[in-house]
């Protein structure tokens, strides 16, 4: 059976007329009838009751609608899929991600979406967490990844991969040689942190609210942008900071070591983000992709 057969069926069940059908698919009456006449022949059994009124299904015609009715969304889901790969102007996906995944993750995962989907075009937007879940909620990014937990009745948020900052010190640091400092050495030395509405320093909030500590309690010396910064600043010996241990590249380990602080545990989540009423195809093909990639990872 071929495609239009299967159209005639489920348009002759919607409509319960022969005639109606027929205009609504711009085919004559018989031809209709012909194409209905060969389904309950393949089936050997009658599908619809004829009646003054039009027609309407039989229980065997029931079921064969539902499956009619998945088989041609199925159909018309594959010829979707095809043309997005064959299509020679594919839609651009915008993504946004907040300055660790964007340097450290999403190379492998747009790496993996590119074999998925051979023609695939996207823009990256690389802000804090707080920033990329806004502009997914005003419609300004297609897809976020964030490092900071964040709801909205709107926005459907889905973690997928797990992180634990780390207090780092420069190797020349007095604290480079020790496993662990309390909460109180911790407190008085020199911080290096990212800006507000960055996921490490939400993170470092949190932690410290369980312990009942402000932020502002610290001894704040400076409030950067990005990661990089931070670290060179940490190598000119300014402080010490709370970095994802991503962020350190092996050509970089032999220029920080990582401390642990007495009490503070430093956890998060990263999430991805998409609105809930936006969601295209290329972006379900990328959702795939960073809930599958990361961990492979880590």
């Given at each position: 059976m071929?495609e239009?057969?299967?159209?005639?069926?489920?348009?002759?069940?919607?409509v319960?007329?022969?005639?109606?059908?027929?205009r609504?698919?711009?085919?004559?009456?018989?031809?209709?009838s012909?194409?209905?006449?060969?389904?309950?022949q393949?089936?050997?059994?009658?599908l619809?009751v004829?009646?003054?009124q039009g027609?309407?299904?039989?229980?065997m015609?029931?079921?064969?609608?539902?499956?009619?009715?998945a088989?041609?969304?199925?159909?018309?889901?594959?010829?979707?899929?095809v043309?997005?790969?064959?299509?020679s102007?594919?839609?651009v996906?915008?993504i946004?991600?907040s300055l660790?995944?964007?340097?450290?993750?999403?190379?492998?995962?747009?790496?993996e979406?590119?074999?998925d989907?051979?023609?695939?075009?996207?823009?990256?937007?690389m802000?804090?967490?707080r920033?990329?879940?806004?502009?997914?909620?005003n419609?300004?990014?297609?897809i976020?990844?964030?490092?900071?937990?964040?709801?909205?009745?709107?926005?459907v948020v889905?973690p997928?991969?797990?992180?634990q900052?780390?207090?780092?010190v420069?190797?020349?640091?007095?604290?480079?040689?020790?496993?662990?400092?309390?909460?109180?050495?911790?407190?008085?030395?020199?911080?290096?942190?990212?800006e507000?509405?960055?996921?490490?320093?939400?993170a470092?909030?949190?932690?410290?609210g369980?312990?009942?500590?402000d932020l502002?309690?610290?001894?704040?010396?400076l409030?950067?942008?990005?990661?990089?910064?931070?670290?060179?600043m940490?190598?000119?010996?300014?402080?010490?900071?709370?970095?994802?241990?991503?962020?350190i590249?092996?050509?970089?380990r032999?220029?920080?070591?990582?401390?642990?602080?007495?009490?503070?545990s430093l956890y998060?989540?990263?999430?991805?983000?998409?609105?809930?009423?936006?969601?295209?195809?290329?972006?379900e093909?990328f959702?795939?992709?960073?809930?599958?990639?990361p961990a492979?990872?880590a």
């Amino acid at each position: 059976m071929n495609e239009q057969v299967w159209t005639t069926f489920k348009m002759v069940a919607e409509v319960g007329s022969i005639s109606q059908a027929a205009r609504a698919l711009n085919l004559s009456q018989s031809a209709v009838s012909q194409q209905i006449q060969m389904l309950e022949q393949s089936y050997a059994t009658h599908l619809f009751v004829r009646t003054s009124q039009g027609v309407h299904l039989t229980e065997m015609g029931e079921v064969l609608y539902r499956y009619v009715t998945a088989l041609l969304r199925l159909i018309h889901e594959s010829q979707d899929a095809v043309q997005e790969l064959t299509d020679s102007r594919p839609q651009v996906l915008a993504i946004g991600a907040s300055l660790t995944i964007a340097e450290y993750l999403l190379p492998g995962i747009l790496a993996e979406y590119c074999r998925d989907m051979l023609n695939a075009r996207w823009s990256v937007t690389m802000a804090n967490s707080r920033t990329v879940f806004e502009q997914v909620l005003n419609h300004t990014l297609d897809i976020g990844l964030i490092e900071a937990p964040m709801v909205d009745a709107q926005v459907v948020v889905r973690p997928f991969f797990d992180d634990q900052p780390v207090v780092m010190v420069a190797r020349t640091h007095p604290w480079a040689e020790r496993q662990e400092v309390t909460l109180e050495e911790f407190m008085e030395e020199p911080l290096i942190l990212r800006e507000p509405g960055s996921g490490t320093r939400m993170a470092l909030e949190n932690a410290l609210g369980y312990e009942g500590i402000d932020l502002k309690q610290l001894n704040i010396r400076l409030v950067l942008g990005t990661t990089h910064a931070i670290k060179q600043m940490m190598l000119k010996g300014l402080g010490v900071s709370v970095l994802s241990p991503l962020t350190i590249e092996p050509r970089e380990r032999d220029l920080f070591a990582s401390v642990q602080v007495a009490g503070l545990s430093l956890y998060r989540t990263f999430s991805l983000v998409y609105h809930r009423d936006a969601m295209t195809r290329i972006g379900e093909r990328f959702v795939q992709t960073v809930m599958r990639v990361p961990a492979s990872m880590a």
